[in-house]
Antibody, heavy 119, light 108 residues
Framework: QVQLVQSGAEVKKTGASVKVSCKTS????????INWVRQAPGQGLEWMGW????????KYAEKFQVRVTMTTDTSTSTAYMELRSLRSDDTAVYYC????????????WGQGTLVTVSS | SSELTQDPAVSVALGQTVRITCQGD??????ANWYQQKPGQAPVLVMY???KRPSGITDRFFGSSSGNTASLTITGAQSEDEADYYC???????????FGTGTKVTVL
């Protein structure tokens, strides 16, 4: 069965960086893309960006363009999201989610990783 | 970029029907997808494309679209349908995704 398992919760200082992993299984990793979506406490879902596990092509939301890098490791079927220059309003649960080539629906999601940013 | 707007909250009596809407310019060109999120859990895809349900999703959920508005209709609402619902689609450029503002559904 398809599974996306994310790394554990992180606590970071303002200005630091965080790297969240998303280890996948149960499907051909390079046939899909991985999206990153975050959700601040009590708030809605916010799309951060996408990476093709086939080509490593990326698309980032303009809001995160300067601070985010998404990568993949095909040898371990794992996707990564690094966010730099953390601020308090980056405190959120970060999700990875799979999509199909040419489709827009996110059909499988990771369990989420809570990133807490404090001074 | 573009925005997708949803009503913040709706309520429905047990066993009745409720419709959740999602409005945005990009919906004139792209289908909306719908996700259900319960407290403390990751979102779950419940509707995608043109009224397609993923395996395991109840057939009490129905999707439709007209113009710039997409809708998710829940028929015979059950207590387990109480959750937050989000739409998503591509933005006007077609290269990025956008989520709706979310609708909290309460089953009375």
């Amino acid at each position: 069965q398809v599974q996306l398992v994310q790394s554990g919760a992180e606590v970071k200082k303002t200005g630091a960086s965080v790297k969240v992993s998303c280890k996948t299984s149960g499907y051909i990793f390079t046939s899909y893309g991985i999206n990153w979506v975050r959700q601040a406490p009590g708030q809605g879902l916010e799309w951060m960006g996408w990476i093709s596990a086939y080509s490593d092509n990326t698309k980032y939301a303009e809001k995160f363009q300067v601070r985010v890098t998404m990568t993949t490791d095909t040898s371990t079927s794992t996707a990564y999201m690094e966010l730099r220059s953390l601020r308090s309003d980056d405190t959120a649960v970060y999700y990875c989610a799979r999509d199909s080539v040419g489709a827009s629906e996110l059909d499988y999601w990771g369990q989420g990783t809570l990133v807490t940013v404090s001074s | 970029s573009s925005e997708l707007t949803q009503d913040p909250a709706v309520s429905v009596a047990l066993g009745q029907t409720v419709r959740i809407t999602c409005q945005g310019d990009s919906l004139r060109s792209y289908y909306a997808n719908w996700y259900q999120q319960k407290p403390g859990q990751a979102p779950v895809l419940v509707m995608y494309g043109q009224n397609k349900r993923p395996s395991g999703i109840t057939d009490r959920f129905f999707g439709s679209s007209s113009g710039n508005t997409a809708s998710l209709t829940i028929t015979g609402a059950q207590s387990e349908d109480e959750a937050d619902y989000y739409c998503n689609s591509r933005d006007n450029s077609g290269y990025h995704y956008v989520f709706g503002t979310g609708t909290k559904v309460t089953v009375l």
